[in-house]
Protein backbone atom coordinates (compact mmCIF):
# COMPACT_ATOMS: atom_id res chain seq x y z
CA UNK A 1 0.00 0.00 0.00
CA UNK A 2 0.86 3.57 -0.84
CA UNK A 3 2.04 5.68 1.83
CA UNK A 4 0.20 8.48 0.64
CA UNK A 5 -3.31 8.09 -1.80
CA UNK A 6 -4.98 10.32 -3.63
CA UNK A 7 -7.68 10.34 -6.50
CA UNK A 8 -5.72 11.22 -9.63
CA UNK A 9 -8.55 13.00 -10.92
CA UNK A 10 -8.85 14.79 -13.20
CA UNK A 11 -11.99 16.83 -11.68
CA UNK A 12 -13.37 18.89 -14.05
CA UNK A 13 -15.74 22.09 -12.35
CA UNK A 14 -17.20 25.05 -13.53
CA UNK A 15 -16.25 28.44 -11.87
CA UNK A 16 -18.09 29.02 -8.72
CA UNK A 17 -17.79 25.21 -8.08
CA UNK A 18 -17.33 23.55 -4.73
CA UNK A 19 -15.08 20.68 -5.26
CA UNK A 20 -13.66 18.33 -2.28
CA UNK A 21 -10.13 16.35 -2.61
CA UNK A 22 -9.66 13.04 -0.21
CA UNK A 23 -6.52 11.76 0.70
CA UNK A 24 -5.65 8.92 2.71
CA UNK A 25 -2.33 7.90 4.50
CA UNK A 26 -0.61 4.99 6.05
CA UNK A 27 0.94 4.66 9.59
CA UNK A 28 4.72 6.08 8.22
CA UNK A 29 3.48 8.96 6.93
CA UNK A 30 1.85 9.87 9.80
CA UNK A 31 3.67 13.20 11.65
CA UNK A 32 2.85 16.16 9.66
CA UNK A 33 0.69 17.15 6.79
CA UNK A 34 0.27 19.51 3.99
CA UNK A 35 -1.44 20.29 1.09
CA UNK A 36 1.11 21.17 -2.00
CA UNK A 37 0.10 23.12 -5.32
CA UNK A 38 1.57 22.13 -8.41
CA UNK A 39 1.41 24.18 -12.12
CA UNK A 40 2.08 22.49 -15.20
CA UNK A 41 5.92 21.57 -15.57
CA UNK A 42 6.47 23.58 -12.41
CA UNK A 43 7.78 22.86 -9.00
CA UNK A 44 5.02 22.03 -6.16
CA UNK A 45 4.38 25.21 -3.87
CA UNK A 46 2.75 24.97 -0.44
CA UNK A 47 -0.89 25.66 -0.58
CA UNK A 48 -1.48 25.09 3.67
CA UNK A 49 -0.97 23.05 6.14
CA UNK A 50 -3.28 20.84 7.68
CA UNK A 51 -4.37 20.53 11.40
CA UNK A 52 -6.12 18.20 13.44
CA UNK A 53 -8.67 20.60 14.33
CA UNK A 54 -9.49 21.43 10.45
CA UNK A 55 -8.18 25.28 9.11
CA UNK A 56 -9.24 27.82 6.89
CA UNK A 57 -7.48 30.07 4.30
CA UNK A 58 -9.85 31.93 2.69
CA UNK A 59 -11.90 29.85 0.26
CA UNK A 60 -9.75 26.47 1.13
CA UNK A 61 -10.25 24.61 3.80
CA UNK A 62 -8.36 21.36 5.21
CA UNK A 63 -9.07 19.01 7.06
CA UNK A 64 -7.59 15.86 9.30
CA UNK A 65 -8.86 12.85 10.80
CA UNK A 66 -6.19 10.54 12.44
CA UNK A 67 -8.56 7.81 13.36
CA UNK A 68 -9.44 7.22 9.62
CA UNK A 69 -6.04 8.52 8.35
CA UNK A 70 -7.88 10.74 6.30
CA UNK A 71 -7.33 14.22 4.58
CA UNK A 72 -9.19 16.59 2.75
CA UNK A 73 -9.16 19.71 0.65
CA UNK A 74 -12.39 21.69 0.33
CA UNK A 75 -12.06 24.78 -2.11
CA UNK A 76 -15.02 26.68 -2.16
CA UNK A 77 -16.13 29.45 -5.72
CA UNK A 78 -13.65 27.99 -7.45
CA UNK A 79 -11.64 30.06 -10.01
CA UNK A 80 -10.28 29.79 -13.37
CA UNK A 81 -6.61 29.82 -11.59
CA UNK A 82 -7.08 27.41 -9.55
CA UNK A 83 -6.79 25.07 -12.07
CA UNK A 84 -3.52 22.85 -11.07
CA UNK A 85 -2.30 19.67 -9.47
CA UNK A 86 -2.77 19.20 -5.64
CA UNK A 87 -0.73 17.11 -3.83
CA UNK A 88 -1.07 15.35 -0.39
CA UNK A 89 1.89 15.71 1.71
CA UNK A 90 2.68 13.68 4.94
CA UNK A 91 5.83 14.20 7.02
CA UNK A 92 7.38 11.38 8.40
CA UNK A 93 10.62 10.58 10.56
CA UNK A 94 13.04 13.25 11.63
CA UNK A 95 14.81 15.35 8.37
CA UNK A 96 11.51 16.66 7.31
CA UNK A 97 11.24 14.04 4.86
CA UNK A 98 8.09 14.25 3.05
CA UNK A 99 5.98 11.87 1.61
CA UNK A 100 4.08 13.00 -1.61
CA UNK A 101 0.99 11.40 -2.86
CA UNK A 102 0.35 11.41 -6.62
CA UNK A 103 -1.65 14.53 -6.83
CA UNK A 104 -5.22 15.20 -8.23
CA UNK A 105 -5.36 16.99 -11.27
CA UNK A 106 -7.90 19.87 -11.34
CA UNK A 107 -9.23 21.74 -14.19
CA UNK A 108 -12.10 24.52 -13.39
CA UNK A 109 -13.32 25.89 -16.76
CA UNK A 110 -15.77 28.96 -17.86
CA UNK B 1 15.40 36.42 1.45
CA UNK B 2 16.25 33.12 0.36
CA UNK B 3 16.25 31.46 -3.21
CA UNK B 4 16.86 28.61 -4.70
CA UNK B 5 18.63 27.48 -7.93
CA UNK B 6 18.94 24.36 -10.11
CA UNK B 7 20.77 24.10 -13.84
CA UNK B 8 20.10 23.31 -16.53
CA UNK B 9 16.43 24.23 -17.04
CA UNK B 10 16.51 21.69 -19.06
CA UNK B 11 18.57 18.43 -20.26
CA UNK B 12 18.69 15.80 -23.30
CA UNK B 13 20.84 13.20 -23.19
CA UNK B 14 21.29 10.01 -24.43
CA UNK B 15 21.44 6.58 -22.77
CA UNK B 16 24.77 5.71 -21.26
CA UNK B 17 26.43 9.45 -20.94
CA UNK B 18 26.87 10.90 -17.35
CA UNK B 19 25.17 13.54 -15.45
CA UNK B 20 25.57 16.42 -13.44
CA UNK B 21 22.72 18.54 -12.19
CA UNK B 22 23.50 21.27 -9.75
CA UNK B 23 21.41 23.13 -7.27
CA UNK B 24 22.33 26.19 -5.18
CA UNK B 25 20.62 28.16 -2.00
CA UNK B 26 21.24 31.42 -1.17
CA UNK B 27 19.96 33.61 2.36
CA UNK B 28 20.16 30.60 4.37
CA UNK B 29 23.15 28.17 6.53
CA UNK B 30 22.76 24.80 7.36
CA UNK B 31 19.62 23.74 5.22
CA UNK B 32 18.67 20.38 4.51
CA UNK B 33 18.76 19.76 1.29
CA UNK B 34 16.76 17.09 -0.73
CA UNK B 35 16.38 15.86 -4.40
CA UNK B 36 13.43 14.62 -6.29
CA UNK B 37 12.11 12.84 -8.94
CA UNK B 38 8.84 13.31 -10.92
CA UNK B 39 8.05 10.86 -13.87
CA UNK B 40 5.31 11.91 -16.01
CA UNK B 41 2.15 11.89 -14.43
CA UNK B 42 3.76 10.54 -11.06
CA UNK B 43 3.94 11.77 -7.79
CA UNK B 44 7.32 12.88 -6.12
CA UNK B 45 9.80 10.17 -5.28
CA UNK B 46 12.64 11.46 -2.53
CA UNK B 47 15.99 10.24 -3.74
CA UNK B 48 18.51 11.66 -1.27
CA UNK B 49 18.65 14.39 1.31
CA UNK B 50 21.68 15.90 3.33
CA UNK B 51 21.90 17.11 6.87
CA UNK B 52 25.22 18.75 6.36
CA UNK B 53 28.13 19.14 4.06
CA UNK B 54 29.26 15.62 3.07
CA UNK B 55 26.20 13.70 4.60
CA UNK B 56 23.95 11.86 2.00
CA UNK B 57 21.24 9.51 3.02
CA UNK B 58 20.39 7.52 -0.08
CA UNK B 59 16.56 6.60 -0.31
CA UNK B 60 15.90 4.35 -2.99
CA UNK B 61 18.59 2.04 -4.85
CA UNK B 62 19.04 3.48 -8.12
CA UNK B 63 21.36 4.53 -10.65
CA UNK B 64 22.31 7.80 -9.23
CA UNK B 65 24.75 9.70 -6.23
CA UNK B 66 24.44 13.04 -4.41
CA UNK B 67 27.05 14.64 -3.34
CA UNK B 68 27.06 18.07 -0.97
CA UNK B 69 30.19 20.00 -1.44
CA UNK B 70 29.41 22.93 0.08
CA UNK B 71 26.80 23.81 2.80
CA UNK B 72 24.45 25.23 0.16
CA UNK B 73 25.39 23.16 -2.93
CA UNK B 74 23.78 19.95 -3.62
CA UNK B 75 24.72 17.81 -6.67
CA UNK B 76 22.94 14.74 -8.34
CA UNK B 77 25.06 13.04 -10.53
CA UNK B 78 25.03 9.71 -12.78
CA UNK B 79 28.10 8.02 -14.58
CA UNK B 80 25.72 6.19 -17.15
CA UNK B 81 21.99 7.21 -17.56
CA UNK B 82 19.14 4.88 -18.21
CA UNK B 83 15.96 5.63 -20.03
CA UNK B 84 14.42 5.04 -17.07
CA UNK B 85 15.98 8.56 -15.56
CA UNK B 86 13.97 10.45 -17.30
CA UNK B 87 11.68 12.67 -15.55
CA UNK B 88 11.81 16.46 -13.71
CA UNK B 89 14.50 17.19 -10.76
CA UNK B 90 13.47 18.98 -8.04
CA UNK B 91 15.80 20.27 -5.79
CA UNK B 92 14.32 21.53 -2.03
CA UNK B 93 15.77 22.97 1.04
CA UNK B 94 13.96 23.41 4.69
CA UNK B 95 15.53 24.70 7.73
CA UNK B 96 16.35 23.72 11.42
CA UNK B 97 14.69 26.29 13.54
CA UNK B 98 15.59 26.32 17.40
CA UNK B 99 14.94 22.55 18.44
CA UNK B 100 11.91 21.94 15.80
CA UNK B 101 12.20 21.57 12.28
CA UNK B 102 10.38 23.63 10.39
CA UNK B 103 8.28 21.76 7.90
CA UNK B 104 8.08 23.38 4.74
CA UNK B 105 10.25 22.69 2.09
CA UNK B 106 10.56 25.16 -0.71
CA UNK B 107 11.84 23.69 -4.17
CA UNK B 108 13.60 24.86 -7.09
CA UNK B 109 12.00 25.32 -9.92
CA UNK B 110 13.53 21.97 -11.48
CA UNK B 111 15.38 20.32 -14.34
CA UNK B 112 13.49 18.32 -16.84
CA UNK B 113 15.80 15.61 -18.02
CA UNK B 114 14.96 13.50 -21.01
CA UNK B 115 17.06 10.17 -22.04
CA UNK B 116 17.35 9.50 -25.53
Known amino acids: RKEVEQDPGPFNVPEGATVAFNCTYSNSASQSFFWYRQDCRKEPKLLMS???SGNEDGRFTAQLNRASQYISLLIRDSKLSDSATYLCVGLSGGYNKLIFGAGTRLAVHP | SQTIHQWPATLVQPVGSPLSLECTVEGTSNPNLYWYRQAAGRGLQLLFY??????ISSEVPQNLSASRPQDRQFILSSKKLLLSDSGFYLC???????????????FGPGTRLTVL
Open chain 2, 50 to 55: SVGIGQ
Open chain 2, 92 to 106: AWSVMFRRRESPQQF
Open chain 1, 50 to 52: VYS
